[in-house]
């Protein structure tokens, strides 16, 4: 079993920043994936950004390419969603998850065995 926990969500404006955090305990796997995504009241749950634990090799969604950067540090478990120029459209609640004994960050979050509880982050205009 893995577990997740994120923080870092909050209010704050357009055109402003922030950094999510994804701590993760338990379980190791040799190769695994960890990705973040995010859920906006009654949409579907979408793909943001991904990262290969081992490589680092990171994939990214289209509206996060440019402004969002994944990130990890080894020696603390933790993956790392920096959020910049943030625009209203990005309020949602992000999630971070684990695929194990995958080398490439995938976009379907059914693919994901573990999940984290989710942060709220709010952009106001």
């Known amino acids: 079993q893995v577990h997740l926990v994120e923080s870092g969500g909050g209010l704050v404006q357009a055109g402003g920043s922030l950094r999510l955090s994804c701590a993760a305990s338990?379980?190791?796997?040799?190769?695994?994936?960890m990705g973040w995504f995010r859920q906006a009241p009654g949409k579907a749950r979408d793909f943001v950004a991904g990262i290969h634990w081992s490589s680092g090799r990171t994939v990214y969604a289209d509206f996060a390419k440019g402004r969002f950067t994944i990130s990890r540090d080894n020696a603390k478990n933790t993956v790392y969603l920096q959020m910049n120029s943030l625009k209203p459209e990005d309020t949602a609640v992000y999630y971070c998850?684990?695929?194990?004994?995958?080398?490439?960050?995938?976009?379907?979050?059914?693919?994901?065995?573990?999940w984290g509880q989710g942060t709220q982050v709010t952009v106001s205009s």
């Open positions: 338990g379980r190791t796997f040799s190769n695994l994936v």
């Open positions: 998850a684990v695929e194990a004994n995958q080398y490439l960050a995938r976009r379907s979050p059914e693919v994901y065995d573990y």
